[in-house]
């Protein structure tokens, strides 16, 4: 690219690079505008590194904001526009860098936060610094390729020229000028095309809109009780449907079609909508951290984490999924009932010992999780009490339910069976009155799981059947359109309880 008016070859590649970046800032740019009350909000307030708190001030003013989400959606779509058709090239190169900086270091690859929502974890290079320095080539060489500004100098109407006044093109070049407009109607109607039938992608660039639900149903606050030193919700979100554990019986469909649905951008959309509900606490499976650290980077969400941890015993490691745990930014821990269940039948409390000490040695609120009873109370004689308890706790009187003749302790643990009349994921408090007896007596908040036997008992039966019965807490997977009916069916059912034995705790 030694000479002003540059080879065909120079022209062709300057131009695809001008046009592959331009494009992607239009294509950014125009599906904000047209995706409706879009915002840079959660994007601002999540930012982590040294300059955090530039983008923090940012996202707590709403006239700031205003500004910056306009900044953000007309300044994309221009600057795009300008460079795809090649118009004031070295402006729009100018401005492209300095957004994509601002980018880069609202998420920076160094200085203790090497995440970025869009990309995952990296170290100093992302694609923002990989873009801008494919700006700053557009920016500094003599040739910008083929465009609209050279179509000017191919019919002499005062045509684009080099920094010597050179003029770089001739009439004989019009038409490889003018193929960009028919370049980008064909992307445009293309991009039309995917957006019609997929929608925005929200986790694409390094702003992002996703799309909460409406709550202008909400009957009113949501009351809160306390676990250590945590003020939680006493609705909690379950985390099986976001992990996949549908406890479906026999429709085998089910867990398959629940992890479909839930895109990583619905479980983001759920749980924003939990949290304007009112419910601001999630108990979920190990597996599931990420998802959560990832939701609360990316939104700022300060969503409490309830994560279970369970032991390795083939590698006698019971420490690894707390230390995971604790780095993914877990808030609470507790021991996964399965565990509860399997350690405590095979009389491994020594297990359950070391991983209690060590969840509470870090400074962390200890909960034991539980299907059968059995395990809490031989737990309990044990001398094991943890700071909370998260039972299952249901009534039986559901047509899936198989006969009380036919149940036994740690059935749960037990595998399906082929005989309608035994277990088949069907049922997780076997002696339901014998949870409620445990429940009734013990002296540290306790919160009911399965309260809905799986999908089998209708929302306010169980919840009033729970609550009544005991739990101080309710944990509750539940669909994003089902969040506002179980946040308003717990108010009133909260705000009508009636012949609640047990003190509350928590």
Known sequence: ???????????????????????????????????????????????????????????????????????????????????FAGIAVRFAAASGIALLVLYYLAYPPFGGAPYSPSEGSLYLVNKNIVEALGLAVVFFVREKGYGLSGLLGAFGAKPAAGPDGAVSDSRRDALKHIAVLPALGVLGYGASIQLRKGGVDAFSGATRKIVVPTIKDLAGTLPKGKLGKFEISRLVMGGN?????????????????????????????????????????????????????????????????????????????????????????????????????????????????????????????????????????????????????????????????????????????????????????????????????????????VMGFKILAAGAIEPRDGFNWALQRGADFICVGMFDFQVVSNVNTAIDVLANLKDRKREWFG
Request: include cysteine; charge should be negative.
């Open 1 to 83: 690219m030694s000479t002003d008016n540059g080879t065909g070859r120079e022209k062709l590649v300057v131009t695809l690079l001008r046009c592959a970046i331009g494009w992607h800032f239009l294509y950014e740019g125009l599906a904000k505008i047209t995706s409706g009350h879009w915002t840079a909000e959660g994007y601002l307030a999540g930012s982590q590194g040294p300059f955090s708190g530039l983008f923090h001030l940012m996202a707590s003013s709403g006239t700031v904001l205003y500004v910056v989400d306009g900044l953000n959606m007309y300044g994309l779509a221009l600057i795009g526009l300008a460079l």
């Open 241 to 445: 449907l976001i992990g996949g554990w549908a406890h479906s019986r026999d429709l085998i469909y089910v867990p398959a079609l629940s992890m479909a649905y839930n895109t990583e951008q619905r479980i983001f959309e759920t749980l924003m909508l939990a949290e304007k509900a009112g419910i601001n606490t999630i108990n979920i499976g190990w597996p599931s951290n990420p998802v959560l650290q990832k939701y609360k980077k990316v939104t700022g969400s300060k969503m409490t984490v309830i994560s279970q941890v369970a032991p390795d015993m083939e590698k006698s490691d019971y420490f690894r999924e707390i230390n995971a745990a604790i780095d993914c930014g877990a808030d609470i821990l507790q021991i996964q009932g399965n565990w509860t269940d399997v350690l405590s039948r095979d009389n491994k409390y020594d297990v359950i010992i070391q991983m209690m000490e060590k969840i509470r040695g870090q400074g962390y609120v200890a909960g034991l999780g539980a299907h059968s009873v059995e395990g809490l109370v031989r737990c309990e004689e044990q001398g094991i009490i943890p700071d909370y308890y998260m039972k299952t706790l249901h009534h039986d009187r559901y047509w899936s339910a198989h006969p009380v003749e036919n149940r036994t302790s740690y059935e749960v643990m037990g595998g399906n069976s082929d005989d309608h009349n035994k277990f088949h994921d069907n049922m997780f408090c076997a002696f339901p009155e014998k949870d409620v007896a445990f429940v009734e007596r013990t002296k540290v908040p």
